[in-house]
């Protein structure tokens, strides 16, 4: 069934886990996906950017609309990283039930001031709204502390910025960065802020550039013949501190792209004369599933639905 972000990341803040959100640009990942979510009980956020919905267009909405409100679990469409006012207003014809308004990179009063606009807007059509404070981007541990604090979410500002823009959910950066290259070794996560920032903010935190980037996936690329340098996540332990600590909405995409990425290689490679896309398609879509599928169990929403 097709619900609010809110409805299920409020249930997921105060019972203590965490909701995946997972982006999907095709009908492959948005099978994978929901089948995942069914299949383990659990409610899910299904994410377009609008890169994807500039990729899908009206095809990719209307199928993702659709199947998450015949869904046997709570499900909500939304918009990832909505850049403007516009945009948003695109994903709520579309009868997304989530969005968010990134106006991170802009100043405190700006990223207020827009970010109010759209939580005007949404409210008024049943819709609820994510987000952003602080600059995300890997951080070295030996960065000094003005340097992180410049960057990285501020707790004060923080509580001041939910009570002035009355969004539901908001993207903190605590470390986290988007992509395969997270940082050396395991990439420092700013737990301690984290703390201090659910201590001031009571509505559902969120977690970007979460992928785990298992190495395992990254060597079967590898063996595949694609190509990737150093490329690194975030540990499972540091999600599962994150998510006891207030984060309740995961967004994971790069986990995704590489687990099917990694099939249709394979499947090409040991195949040559295979040209049934359904043939090498098929596998990737279930690579994706079982990665959403193991997501779910770290995050504990496994039985939540
Ligand atoms: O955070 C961004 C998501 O990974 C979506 O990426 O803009 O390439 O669709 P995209
Ligand atoms: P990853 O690149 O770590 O998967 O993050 C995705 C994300 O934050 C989408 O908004
Ligand atoms: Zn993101």
Redo the contacts with the bound molecule.
Sequence with gaps: MLVTGLEILKKARAEGYGVGAF?T?NMEFTQAILEAAEEMKSPVILAL????MKYGGRALTRMVVALAQEARVPVAVHL??GSSYESVLKALREGFTSVMIDKSHEDFETNVRETKRVVEAAHAVGVTVEAELGRLAGIEEHVAVDEKDALLTNPEEARIFMERTGADYLAVAIGTS?GAYKGKGRPFIDHPRLERIAALVPAPLVL?GASAVPQALVERFRAAGGEIGEASGIHPEDIKKAIALGIAKI?T??DLRLAFTALVRETLGKNPKEFDPRKYLGPAREAVKEVVKSRMELFGSVGKA
């Design positions: 982006n640009n950017s609008e890169g994807a990832d990283h988007h970007h967004n995409d790069t």
